[in-house]
């Protein structure tokens, strides 16, 4: 079946730990999106990439790190950097200017 | 900044009524509306798309898009219970592959 997998589905983080999220899409989708998402509130754009090895910032990219080396792979490193990093992350994926399609989420506390 | 603005909520309607979303965007530009309804703890799953001026259904579903107004809408005919939700509106910002979303409109469905 076609999709997007991220995964883990929960994770928790240390203090000063860097976590790396995983997005995986077999959709052959262009384009590959990361949003956080807190209680009670929409989504925020990461950061996106329209094509491997390319990525661009989205609105609050601080204190996080992508790479596109592979079409179906963007993967999220949320870095010690990034001081309230409790939050529902969400990928997702489309071909240019249609509906993007979302994964299940990752659910990241840190403990 | 370029913004997506929805009404919190909670929109509470009895089941069976119709349920009106509202949602109007800043970026004049822009050429792709959708929306999204996302159960509590889940991720968003596409409703509508609409790319035109006027009505588009589905189903119980109606879009409406008024770019002079810059203003988009969702009805929902015969509302059930399983209807309720946070329903997102998200706006592609001309030019840029980047999904805007507004925060969302609650809408709860009395049974």
Request: charged share 20%; aromatic share 12%.
């Amino acid at each position: 079946d076609g999709g997007i997998t991220q995964s883990p589905k929960y994770l928790f983080r240390k203090e000063g730990q860097n976590v790396t999220l995983s997005c995986e899409q077999n959709l052959n989708h262009d384009a590959m999106y990361w949003y956080r998402q807190d209680p009670g509130q929409g989504l925020r754009l990461i950061y996106y990439s329209q094509i491997v090895n390319d990525f661009q910032k989205g609105d609050i990219a601080e204190g996080y790190s992508v790479s596109r080396e592979k079409k179906e792979s963007f993967p999220l490193t949320v870095t010690s950097a990034q001081k309230n990093p409790t939050a529902f992350y969400l990928c997702a994926s489309s071909t240019r200017d249609s509906e993007a399609f979302f994964g299940q989420g990752t659910r990241l506390t840190v403990v | 900044q370029k913004e997506v603005e929805q009404n919190s909520g909670p929109l509470s309607v009895p089941e069976g009524a119709i349920a009106s979303l509202n949602c109007t965007y800043s970026d004049r530009g822009s050429q792709s509306f959708f929306w999204y309804r996302q159960y509590s703890g889940k991720s968003p799953e596409l409703i509508m798309s609409i790319y035109s001026n006027g009505d588009k259904e589905d189903g119980r579903f109606t879009a409406q898009l008024n770019k002079a107004s810059q203003y988009v809408s969702l009805l929902i005919r015969d509302s059930q219970p399983s209807d309720s939700a946070t329903y997102l509106c998200a706006v592609m910002t001309s030019g840029t592959y980047k999904y805007i979303f507004g925060t969302g409109t609650r809408l709860k469905v009395l049974a």
